[in-house]
């Protein structure tokens, strides 16, 4: 009897923490990544658009709230539960060659390339300008990008980024029972897709916006 409770005991802390993982994933993460990809838009309009884009979402307290306080608590508890859940995984993709095992990989080394990318763009794009004392710019960024190899992580890391959250928006929708049916499931496939295909748009206009390798 009380192996069985102890067994029911980990199954809810396991999902417990898969729906707290994907709350926050989706709000405040997903909602920053949004706007982070849309600040960075202003790329395509010019230097000027740019770093006055750039300022003017600084000077934003709503903006500011989720970069402190939003960001730092939510990115580490995200982590730590998506890291647990990733040493238990057990990928199957060769025994079971399905579409949703393979998704269901590629969200885990997705995890693992933003995690490594998320460090590297903090200390460049954040930690290091501020010991200078003065943030990113659109200069900083196009000579960044101007290097080969900045411009592939970047470019990776953006793929990577875009790919887990569109495909954590799907999983979210089943872990909160949200698309239960065949139906309701295939509607959210649709939609990641979709989020997927908006989010990499709006990264390559920020990206092309820089104008890497142009003098």
Do not use: C
Request: proline content about 4%.
């Amino acid at each position: 009897m009380e192996a069985a409770s102890s067994v029911t005991g980990r199954r809810r802390s396991a999902v417990t923490g898969k729906l707290v993982m994907s709350l926050l994933g989706v709000v405040p993460l997903g909602v920053y990544v949004v706007l982070h990809l849309w600040t960075n838009m202003h790329s395509a309009l010019g230097p000027e658009a740019f770093d006055a884009a750039l300022v003017e979402s600084r000077n934003k307290p709503a903006f500011l709230f989720l970069e402190i306080v939003g960001l730092g608590l939510p990115i580490l508890m995200h982590t730590a539960i998506g890291l647990g859940i990733i040493v238990k995984m057990r990928a199957n993709n060769v025994r079971y060659g399905y579409f949703r095992n393979l998704r269901y990989l590629l969200q885990r080394l997705s995890a693992l390339g933003v995690l490594l990318f998320l460090g590297a763009h903090v200390v460049k794009a954040r930690i290091l300008p501020a010991t200078q004392g003065t943030h990113e710019t659109w200069q900083g960024m196009h000579e960044a990008l101007s290097e080969p190899i900045t411009f592939t992580v970047y470019a990776l890391g953006l793929l990577g980024v875009s790919y887990h959250l569109a495909n954590g928006l799907w999983g979210a929708s089943l872990t909160m029972g949200l698309a239960v049916g065949p139906r309701a499931q295939t509607r959210m496939q649709t939609f990641a897709l979709l989020s997927f295909v908006v989010l990499m748009a709006m990264s390559t206009i920020a990206v092309w916006g820089f104008q890497p390798f142009q003098p």
